[in-house]
């Protein structure tokens, strides 16, 4: 796959696409055994009509089994088994792989939890419930990360732990340092921590550039400087881009006049505001090793946010700069994770804390023995997927995903005939909340409570569908989904809320909350801002 220059297009052309109404992969060589085409899909259409064995996808998606998936119809069923007239035809996913587990936690590992009951009752309708496989980078408390985003009982750990702490047979202790934790704190002085950041880059890259072998120097020639906030990255950008090359020069002159200064090619940045195109191509540029005779086709700086936390793995790195703590233990395992990969090359994590921050202060005070116990001070994952604001947000887009996927019919219109059947489809998917509610161990409090907010709900669906029921259309119909000339049983979160639909369906897993908008006065002229 890639791009090659074609002398009659202006462009590079995609080399191993197909177009053809949709987009297919094919290798390029008309010797090739898959030149007519790669059994790879990617577009939603092509999946929904041939489900694939193997169905590669995000949490994003559970969201938008509620709404439209194509030309106004609900296909996502074909993916559980049915099709698109609601008959069984095969059988649903028997098994489902987790990656990144740990990542599911917080607000996202809430609404994933509670999204999963709508996944487990499509497939426990077919008379069994699939295998769930986990990989995680903790497992701190898993049993109970498990139980609420899943809802089993009983978990295992794999591999098991051996006879001894040293030699559990699929892995071993070894006494070789795969990392080295240097903490770097200044005094306090005027000096800014822009400046101080500036200096210490430019005094890492001139050791490596003079004082690390030549073959060992590409695992070090790469420095990746992490930040814990979008603010702090961009003040120390702007410094390197300033002053980088006056630090570099007055160090290499201060020390000794036969050391090489090192001046590096731009900077590159991976963060959440990198345009999601480029990512890949930077990637790509820091698996270019370090060549004496062409060093700028190396990376010197990349500069990083908690984006490269998945994702990012690239055997040569082993250096890296982290600029202030992330905001968690776990988020510091994973970030300085990233490099010291290579057997050959133990990882360097230089590790930059402010004087003026108590937290700051106090690891750097017990640095050895904060590295000691790292592992177990990492915090338990928090999932909460009952708690008022989830249920209040989340009960109806499962409740009317579930009715629109066992339904016959995929339209974007309900027949008023089948609203008994829709009625009874809710009350099914609210009894499987109430049975993983029970299963996490809610108080007979917390239980009641949840018990109102859902029965409620259910009502408000049940009492939207009869209104409109009293005044279908012309073919006996009325709408899933409220627009600007109709009136529905629900609106989609991005959508502006009309006066008489009350219940509104999540559109991502992510954004659970609609954008604000708002007006600002200035003394020259009236302005708009939108904040997302």
């Known amino acids: 796959m890639g791009f090659f220059e074609h002398r009659n297009y202006k462009e590079s052309v995609p080399l191993g696409f197909k177009y053809n109404k949709t987009v297919a992969l094919h290798c390029p060589n008309n010797n090739c055994h898959f030149y007519g085409g790669l059994p790879l899909k990617f577009i939603d259409e092509d999946l929904y009509d041939s489900p694939p064995t193997v169905l590669i996808g995000t949490v994003d998606k559970f969201a938008a089994m509620a709404l439209f998936n194509s030309n106004n119809k609900s296909l996502a069923k074909t993916l559980f088994g049915y099709d698109i007239d609601g008959n069984q035809t095969s059988k649903p996913p028997s098994l489902i792989i987790q990656d990144e587990f740990h990542l599911i936690s917080g607000p996202l590992g809430t609404m994933a939890g509670y999204f999963e009951i709508l996944i487990e009752k499509l497939i426990s309708d077919f008379g069994f419930k699939p295998k769930i496989i986990c990989s995680t980078a903790t497992i701190k408390n898993f049993e109970n990360q498990i139980k609420y985003v899943f809802g089993r009982r009983k978990s295992r750990l794999s591999p098991p732990p051996g006879i001894t702490m040293s030699d559990s047979f699929f892995g071993y202790q ?51 400087s992490y930040f814990n906030s979008i603010a ?12 980088y090359k006056r630090h570099m020069t007055t160090l290499s002159r201060s020390r000794d006049y036969q050391m090489k200064a090192r001046y590096y090619n731009p900077l590159i940045e991976i963060t959440g505001r990198t345009p999601s195109e480029l990512i890949p191509q930077f990637l790509k540029r820091l698996e270019n090793n370090y060549d004496d005779k062409n060093p700028k086709d190396s ?46 090359a133990p990882g360097l994590v230089l590790f930059y804390l402010d004087q003026n921050r108590p937290r700051d202060v106090s690891i750097y005070e017990t640095f050895k023995s904060f590295h000691d116990r790292i592992y177990s001070d990492i915090e338990i994952n928090s999932v909460t997927p009952f708690t008022d604001r989830v249920v209040n947000r989340l009960t109806a887009s499962i409740m009317i995903a579930y009715a629109r996927t066992r339904l016959k019919s995929v339209s974007s219109y309900l027949n008023v ?108 002229s009236l302005w708009d801002y939108r904040e997302d």
């Open 232 to 243: 702090n990255l961009s003040s120390a950008s702007g410094y390197l881009k300033s002053d």
């Open 417 to 524: 005939n089948d609203k008994e059947t829709v009625f009874e489809y809710f009350k099914e998917i609210r009894n499987s909340i109430f049975e993983k509610a029970k299963l996490t161990g809610l108080t007979d409090d917390e239980f009641n409570k949840l018990e109102k907010n859902v029965n409620s709900i259910l009502d408000s669906l049940i009492r939207q569908i009869n209104i409109l029921s009293e005044d279908p259309d012309e073919k006996n119909q009325i709408s899933w989904s409220s627009g600007r000339d109709k009136e529905g049983v629900f609106y989609a979160m991005d959508d502006k809320k009309p006066d008489t639909t009350p219940l509104e369906v999540v559109t991502s897993v992510r954004d659970v909350s609609p954008d604000s908008k708002g007006k600002g006065y200035s003394s020259f």
């Open 299 to 344: 990376v010197t700086v990349c500069l990083a946010s908690n984006i490269i936390e998945v994702g990012m793995d690239i055997q040569r790195l082993s250096l890296m700069l982290i600029n202030r703590p992330p905001k968690s233990v776990s988020q510091y395992v994973q970030v300085s994770g990233r490099i010291g990969r290579d057997k050959k």
């Open 174 to 224: 070894s006494n070789k340092t795969s990392k080295i934790y240097l903490g770097i704190m200044s005094h306090k002085s005027k000096v800014s921590q822009s400046m101080m950041y500036g200096k210490i880059v430019a005094s890492t890259l001139l050791n490596v550039n003079n004082y690390v072998d030549d073959n060992m120097k590409d695992y070090y020639w790469s420095l990746i």
